[in-house]
């Protein structure tokens, strides 16, 4: 029993509008589903990916916009690294994200591996890193103004931060089946971190850099920040797998949760990061055309018959804009 590799990451928005017009415009995702959040439906739940909606390309965001901003530390889900292929395409994306007016950009290397560093519109930690033509599972969606061969293509890795190793490592090695691959340093050169990967066959989409920052501050959710972090596994009958052997060592974890275009189960590894095991399946195309995916307000069968209800509290934000502005 394994888990293979991430399956989603979901973040927060208090913009809505500036969320779909960076993710879609800047980095050139599909915006592959418009949902809102099963557990609060006040708010919008948007869905980035590739063309299909593959797993392991499925950047999600919650929209809270009362919610406060992000407060960045440890005991957090502190990043996000997404998959390119090749020393150009980094060039390409260095060059394209500064000239939009994106805060932070930065070329780096951290364990061999090239990336540009970089932080959305509401100061999330992102990377692109050069995946050296891994193979890829699904189909870039493909836009005028980004090479085909320079699109994004799915996740890379995740970032953990925590006060200790010891307060996490045991976990996602003897519990969870991750493999330690490496210990070095963070791209600050400063900061001791542990690699390690889910055990399927390693490589991207498979990756987690744990952190370990004793000195940083509690980290607090708000906009700019990430809420939790999904891992695949194939059908069901393997995430009831999964279930039982975490309520067998004592973790809290959820029933089986049907959203519709997949099944979740959640469970906290620490009071501040929160994992969830997610199938790969039915998929975001079970509801909608592929062409069309994303276009309209989708609900689970389950929120339909509240739709009228759902829609009076939810604001209009329309399609992306044609070009992507900078905030003030």
């Given amino acids: 029993m ?14 809505v509008t500036g969320n779909v017009d960076f993710y879609t415009r800047v980095l050139g995702l599909r915006l592959v589903k418009k949902s809102v959040n099963q557990d609060d439906v006040s708010a919008y739940h948007l869905f980035y990916a590739e063309r299909l909606g ?3 390309t499925d950047m999600t965001f919650f929209d809270w916009p009362n ?6 530390g440890t005991d957090s889900v502190a990043g996000t690294a ?3 292929s090749g020393r150009p395409s980094l060039r390409f994306w260095s060059e394209r994200l500064a000239v939009r007016g994106v805060r932070s950009v930065e ?3 951290f364990a061999d591996r090239d990336l540009v560093a970089f932080e959305d519109p509401e100061g999330q930690r ?5 995946d050296r033509g891994e193979p890829f599972e699904g189909e870039i969606w493909q836009r005028p103004d980004i090479p085909d061969s320079y699109a994004i293509r799915g996740f890379y890795s995740v970032t953990l931060s925590v006060p200790a190793f010891d307060s996490l490592a045991p976990v996602l090695t003897g519990l969870l089946g991750f493999r330690q691959v490496q210990r070095t340093q963070w791209i600050d050169r400063l900061t001791p971190t542990v690699i390690l990967e889910t055990a399927h066959n390693g490589g991207a989409g498979s990756e987690v850099w744990l952190l370990e920052q004793p000195d940083a501050p509690r980290a607090r959710l708000g906009a700019g920040g990430i809420h939790h972090v999904a891992f ?3 059908d069901v009958t393997t995430q009831r797998q999964w279930r039982s052997r975490l309520t067998q060592s004592g973790v809290r974890v959820t029933d089986v949760i049907d959203r519709f275009w997949f099944h979740s189960i959640y469970f906290r590894v620490s009071p501040g990061i929160l994992f969830e095991i997610a199938t790969d399946g039915p998929g975001f195309a079970i509801d909608e055309e592929l062409e069309s995916l994303g276009e309209e307000l989708v609900l689970p069968p389950f929120l339909e018959p509240r739709r009228q209800e759902i829609e009076a509290g939810l604001t209009p934000f329309g399609q992306p804009a044609t070009e992507y502005r900078a905030p003030a």
């Fill in 107 to 109: 070329f780096a290397t």
């Fill in 126 to 130: 992102l990377y692109l890193v050069d």
């Fill in 2 to 15: 394994q888990l293979n590799g991430i399956h989603h990451v979901t973040a927060v928005t208090a913009r």
């Fill in 82 to 84: 997404f998959r390119v």
């Fill in 54 to 56: 593959s797993p392991g």
């Fill in 67 to 72: 919610i406060g901003r992000n407060i960045g």
């Fill in 232 to 234: 695949r596994v194939p």
